[in-house]
């Protein structure tokens, strides 16, 4: 019986990696999987080695480096002298598992890596270690597969996997009365992020915004998206002050909402992409501490951020970073959205480019087969 072993860092990847498990036991049974993962992959029939959930913690302190370095010498002796895969895949967690990669490869160990690194982003010198040590990339993005395939890389684009995640487009009447929003308004949602630092950070500036578009135009209202990591504590005493703006706060309803606005106020970050896939209209923003910024700038190899402007190569939604993640542009970038016609049906048709890009067909399903023939 063949082998796999794989190696996930945090919840996205334990989902994303579960899939895949779940089609490749459709293909054969003939396969043994353990991994590294959480509920998502045990449930889909993967053996747990440990549970990821301590590798996800945020941060840069001497503890958490200290833990993965003793985990990865760990399951790197493990799979040598006990387990012995015939093929390790990684899932996303670049630190992590791009240092593993160095010791795996000198065992002959095959590695495959799915979701890789976004180096065409940032830190563009990792494609070397990508090179020296990981046998075939599966990549989400097709301008990720070139970048690769002209370093001398064997890489296969499988399509992004967020296309068969997602659910069907909410019914918008229906929300709108069952959340009691009134539907001769149009609807702005906010999204100021699912970490703490990024909600202190931003959502102030997003409520000012909302306030100015609420002092211009009274045919607009507004919901708050309230990630599950996020307490009531720390948004609550912000919105108190906005009482007038009526906020009605969500949680748990991210996809209908991205799928039911009439234009988003977003924290850069994958939302950007989920919002893309229902071609809703949106600005993104961030703000940090500024000498991250600085490093930030110094590390990038592109100088755009949202997923949408990358895949287009243009410059499809409004990036207000930093220095220009101001109320007032915001509102009024917001404000063109909503009033002006010609220029929010530009962007909708340039947000459904988006998604056709991304392959129809399912990603999982893809990097089953591959990863199934690889062992035949």
Request: with cysteine.
């Amino acid at each position: 019986m063949k082998k796999i072993f794989i190696i996930t860092g945090e919840y996205s990847g334990d989902k994303h990696a579960s899939d895949v498990v779940r089609e490749i036991k459709k293909l054969t049974s003939d396969i043994e999987i353990e991994a590294i993962g959480g509920e998502n992959l045990k449930e889909a029939g993967a053996k747990l080695y440990c549970n990821h959930s301590k590798m996800s913690a945020v941060g840069f302190n001497l503890k958490i480096i200290t833990d993965h370095i003793l985990l990865g010498e760990k399951v790197a002796k493990y799979l040598r002298d006990e387990y012995k895969p015939d093929l390790v895949l990684m899932v996303d967690y670049g630190g992590f598992n791009l240092n593993l990669s160095k010791v795996l490869s000198k065992y002959g160990i095959d590695i495959y890596y799915y979701i890789p690194p976004q180096i065409w982003a940032s830190r563009s010198w990792r494609i070397n270690t990508v090179k020296k040590n990981i046998k075939k990339i599966l990549t989400i993005f097709p301008f990720e597969t070139k970048m690769y395939k002209d370093a001398g890389i064997d890489a296969e684009f499988v399509g992004h996997p967020l296309l068969a995640q997602m659910p069907e487009k909410t019914d918008r009447t229906l929300f709108f009365k069952e959340n009691n929003f009134d539907e001769n308004k149009l609807l702005i949602s906010i999204f100021p992020g699912s970490r703490v630092f990024e909600v202190k950070n931003l959502l102030k500036i997003f409520l000012k915004a909302a306030k100015i578009i609420n002092e211009k135009d009274k045919y607009i209202q507004f919901a708050l998206c309230q990630a599950p990591t996020i307490s009531d504590d720390l948004i609550l005493p912000l919105l108190d002050k906005y009482k007038d703006l009526n906020i009605k706060v969500l949680k748990n309803k991210n996809y209908e909402l991205l799928s039911v606005s009439d234009a988003l106020m977003l924290a850069s970050g994958t939302v950007a992409l989920e919002a893309a896939l229902y071609s809703t209209p949106m600005i993104i923003s961030y703000k940090g501490p500024w000498f991250l910024y600085f490093i930030y700038l110094m590390v990038r190899c592109i100088k755009r951020v949202s997923l949408p402007n990358i895949i287009e190569d243009k410059d499809i939604i409004p990036e207000l970073l930093q220095y220009r993640a101001k109320p007032q542009i915001i509102a009024d970038e917001l404000l063109k959205i909503t009033g002006n016609t010609v220029y929010r049906e530009n962007m909708i048709k340039s947000l459904t480019n988006v998604k056709s890009k991304l392959s129809t067909y399912s990603a999982a399903q893809k990097t089953a087969k591959i990863i199934v023939d690889s062992m035949k």
